[in-house]
């Protein structure tokens, strides 16, 4: 019998695996509950009861209650002792022992450290960062499409640079073409210099290079 602490666990597993798993109909479910009160809930291995008392507890009629016990006696729910005239003795036997060690909930996939995924290679990092830019190009604010954006290694791999998501940005094809290798804060000058880039714009980019190398500007790789 389940102790006082272990009330709210055995409960959880007649409705959650032990009715499902078993197709309980709504009187097989009171006679049970009814039979477990009765006997567990009173610290009682044993309760001594007859059908008419069974169905006078749960309001249902003599019938009802002597097809779902031999229903429960059937799919192991239910033990009976010393059957006299006076009424069978009733064991009520917990979710454990009928199905045996609750089955485990499906493990969760395992977290992924986006600190260290290559995001140049990984397909749901790719869009993840584009997104992260809004859909526009990290250095010149151009609108783009998932077709044509291209991802560049703000600090490039013949450096050093590395593929996470602090070293990659979403950009348009053009910026991506005539940036190559030139450090991304002196890029983004020369875009401001040809008039590419407001004040307001180039500021704005040169905080955002600040904040992606603190790894400020993170992805999801959910969506």
């Known amino acids: 019998m389940p ?8 409960l959880l597993e007649m409705e959650s695996e032990l009715f499902p798993a078993l197709s309980f109909d709504p009187y097989e479910r009171a006679v049970y509950y009814f039979l477990f009160a009765r006997t567990h809930l009173c610290r009682q291995r044993y309760v001594r009861l007859s059908h008419a008392l069974i169905a006078k507890g749960i309001g249902v009629g003599l019938f009802s209650v002597q097809s779902r016990t031999r229903q429960l006696l059937a799919k192991g729910c239910l033990r009976t002792h010393r059957r006299s005239n006076l009424g069978s003795f009733w064991q009520v036997l917990l979710p454990r ?3 045996g060690p609750v089955r ?19 397909r749901r990092a ?3 960062i584009l997104r992260r830019e809004g859909g526009n190009c990290f250095y ?3 609108k783009m499409t998932r077709k044509s954006a291209a991802l560049d290694h703000v600090v490039p791999r013949a450096r050093g640079g ?4 602090r070293n990659l940005v979403a950009c348009c094809p053009q910026c991506n073409f005539r940036k190559r290798a030139t450090p991304a804060a002196d890029f983004v000058r020369t875009l401001y210099r ?11 980019r040169l905080a955002a290079l ?13 969506g």
């Open 210 to 222: 600040e904040r992606l190398a603190r790894g400020n500007l993170r992805i999801s790789l959910a």
């Open 104 to 122: 485990p909930s499906k493990a969760s996939p395992p977290r992924i450290d986006i600190t260290v995924l290559d995001c140049f290679n990984d």
């Open 3 to 10: 102790k006082r602490n272990d009330l709210a666990r055995v």
């Open 97 to 99: 022992q009928v199905l």
């Open 140 to 142: 010149c604010l151009r």
């Open 162 to 165: 590395n593929s996470t998501y």
């Open 194 to 204: 040809s008039g590419r880039l407001s004040a307001v714009e180039f500021n704005q």
């Open 126 to 128: 790719r869009w993840a």
